[in-house]
């Protein structure tokens, strides 16, 4: 589902954190503009009303939304179910009316019927679809994963596509494509004014696949939480440009890291099928519960997965909670090589590492046509459940 763009208009800030976290949290990513105005002009497509306190004040501030966003999904939130003010809202242009705090089924509904209008909306461009790549540690091959998905999706759909490098300090998405570029993912959110799509073709380096590439940042210390802000409307401008995102967010859950999973359409979990990054994956998996970044849309990728498993796929599962999206052999040589000359994986012959990137992207594109495969079972672990769980 494509991302929205939503905008809070209240002076509370509490009331402003709560219906944040409710917009990020559903299955259908919803990005926050909170009370800005789009620095690109483009309409939000979400708009929440604080209606608790002047109702007149409510109504006027619904009635001038209106006006300027014909489009746009306006929720009135107020403290009780009044029939006459449910007939103000109504009648000055609100599409649903909400009392405080809302329930999250019927929020969640009202964001999929918004989102229904919208993609039905006549010449409305769909927003890029947003995959989110982030390691349960370091050197788990999340950058490998993200770079050979991202040229496969630029490869098989022949549309625009582009990889971005938000890994903390120091990206390498460049290094593993052979590609030196001028300019990185901080000019980016340093320049937002100037973030049209002029400016962004100066920004970033084409890929002989046809992928984009906005290259990670040259500094240990950006981005940083001070850049949380501004990455998330970068994602958004982006989404407007481009029809497939792919991120490398690095093993870290930091701030910038948190938005772009809020951003996501499905985040893939990069894991290897030892103690040190079961562990970890489980823990990252409970924050990103935590953060109402929504569950429902992580993937778990088993990478470096080599028979025999020193753990078994079923214990790992049970271990996490979550069921094993795809497992990638371990092929040292070919990655090695692959990434030593500068050449993608799935570029660099016929290989059964590039087949199996063929079948991952294949299945990101096509999720229901995508054949049920058997569990993987794996032989019997040197290391017991009993092991793992002794360790958490």
Request: charge should be neutral; charged fraction near 25%; glycine fraction near 8%.
């Amino acid at each position: 589902m494509a991302q929205l763009a939503g905008r809070i208009v209240t002076e509370d800030e509490e009331f402003r954190k709560h219906i944040a976290r409710m917009l990020r949290s559903g299955a259908i990513p919803v990005g926050v503009l909170d009370d800005r105005v789009a620095r690109d002009g483009t309409a939000p497509d979400i708009v929440i009303v604080d209606a608790r306190g002047d109702s007149s004040s409510a109504m006027s501030t619904i009635e001038r939304l209106r006006a300027g966003a014909p489009g746009a999904g306006i929720f009135a939130v107020a403290l009780l179910p009044d029939p006459d003010l449910i007939l103000q809202a109504m009648r000055a242009g609100a599409n649903e009316f909400f009392t405080w705090p809302p329930a999250d089924e019927p929020f969640t509904g009202a964001i999929r019927r918004t989102a229904a209008r919208h993609e039905t909306a006549q010449g409305a461009k769909r927003p890029a679809t947003t995959l989110v790549f982030f390691g349960a540690k370091g050197g788990a091959g999340t950058t490998t994963m993200a770079v050979n998905t991202g040229v496969e999706l630029a490869r098989l759909t022949k549309k625009s596509t582009v990889i971005v490098d938000l890994k903390a300090g120091l990206g390498e998405v460049a290094l593993f494509l052979g590609i030196r570029p001028r300019f990185t993912v901080l000019d980016a959110i340093d320049n937002l004014h100037r973030l049209d799509r002029e400016f962004l073709k100066e920004l970033v380096v084409k890929h002989k696949s046809g992928l984009d590439i906005l290259s990670g940042s040259e500094h240990f210390d950006r981005p940083a939480a001070a850049d949380a802000s501004a990455t998330e409307e970068m994602l958004r401008l982006l989404g407007r440009q481009y029809d497939y995102i792919a991120i490398d967010a690095g093993s870290q859950i930091n701030s910038c890291t948190v938005t772009a999973l809020y951003s996501a359409d499905q985040m893939f979990l990069i894991a290897n099928p030892d103690v040190p990054s079961v562990r970890n994956a489980q823990r990252l998996l409970d924050r990103v519960r935590q953060l109402g970044a929504c569950g429902e849309r992580v993937r778990v990728v088993l990478n470096r997965a080599a028979e025999p498993l020193p753990i078994p796929p079923k214990q790992i599962e049970s271990a996490l909670g979550h069921p094993i999206h795809q497992m990638f052999p371990s092929d040292y040589k070919t990655v090695s090589t692959a990434l030593n000359s500068g050449v993608p994986l799935t570029l660099a012959g016929n290989s059964e590492m590039a087949s199996q990137f063929d079948k991952f992207t294949r299945r990101v594109l096509h999720p229901k046509a995508a054949e049920h495969e058997a569990e993987p079972t794996g032989k019997r672990s040197v290391l017991g459940l009993e092991k793992i769980a002794s360790l958490w």
